[in-house]
């Protein structure tokens, strides 16, 4: 079945770098827009970044804007995300979905399919 | 990019309908027919309900229905159900950031 998952996560020192993988399955990464979320503890929602359907543009909240980069490696069909200069305002779930409904800049800012989550801890 | 308003908490009796409302502005949620809301519950990944203002994805019951006026847009929940008792959030396209999340709504059931 259609479905996301994500590791990677754990504990790291601030400065630190990590990189997140979401290892999708049941469809194929480059046809879909994806998206990195992030939920820090007990607070809401924070879009953190997407990648086009065709991985040509991608696009960062300005929280990370210069210190993470999102990829895609369409032989594994996984989904990155390479988190350098971690602070402890990181410290959250991090989450990869995938985009459903029109494009927008080769994008669907919508996410019907949710990975489990995986935990950054910046301490 | 500032987050969108929801209300921080809404309650309604089984049966009863909700509403949840969600304001940005015009360079997002008044200017683009890209609304979204999610629903969590606790410990678990958020779940789509309504995308593109009103559109609701397979498997969604019809209870749930979006709606947009201006700079705001709106969730309404019909006949609630115990299990509809989650978190939920609104997200807008929003330009040059692309997306922004609301900060969230607790929605009780009675």
């Known amino acids: 079945q259609v479905q996301l998952v994500e590791s990677g996560g754990g504990v790291v020192q601030p400065g630190r770098s990590l990189r997140l993988s979401c290892a999708a399955s049941?469809?194929?990464?480059?046809?879909?827009?994806m998206h990195w979320v992030r939920q820090a503890p007990d607070k809401g929602l924070e879009w953190v970044a997407s990648?086009?359907?065709?991985?040509?543009?991608?696009y960062y909240a300005d929280s990370v804007k210069g210190r993470f980069t999102i990829s895609g490696d369409n032989s594994k069909n996984t989904l990155y995300l390479q988190l350098d200069g971690l602070s402890a305002e990181d410290t959250a779930i991090y989450y990869c979905?995938?985009?459903?409904?029109?494009?927008?800049?080769?994008?669907?800012?919508?996410?019907?399919?949710w990975g489990q989550g995986t935990t950054v801890t910046v301490s | 990019q500032s987050a969108l308003t929801q209300p921080p908490s809404e309650s309604g009796a089984p049966g009863q309908s909700v509403t949840i409302s969600c304001t940005g502005t015009?360079?997002?949620?008044?200017?683009?027919?890209?609304v979204s809301w999610y629903q969590q519950h606790p410990g678990k990944a958020p779940k789509l309900m309504i995308y593109?203002?009103?559109k609701r994805p397979s498997g969604v019951p019809d209870r749930f229905s979006g709606s947009k006026s201006g700079n705001t847009a709106s969730l309404t929940v019909s006949g609630l159900q115990a299990e509809d008792e989650a978190d939920y959030y609104c997200?807008?396209?929003?330009?040059?950031?692309?997306?922004?999340f609301g900060g969230g709504t607790k929605l009780t059931v009675l």
């Open positions: 049941g469809f194929t990464l480059s046809g879909f827009g």
């Open positions: 593109e203002v009103t």
């Open positions: 990648i086009s359907y065709d991985g040509s543009n991608k």
């Open positions: 979905a995938r985009g459903v409904g029109t494009l927008v800049r080769g994008v669907s800012v919508s996410s019907d399919v």
């Open positions: 015009s360079s997002d949620v008044g200017g683009y027919n890209y």
């Open positions: 997200s807008s396209y929003a330009g040059a950031q692309l997306t922004v």
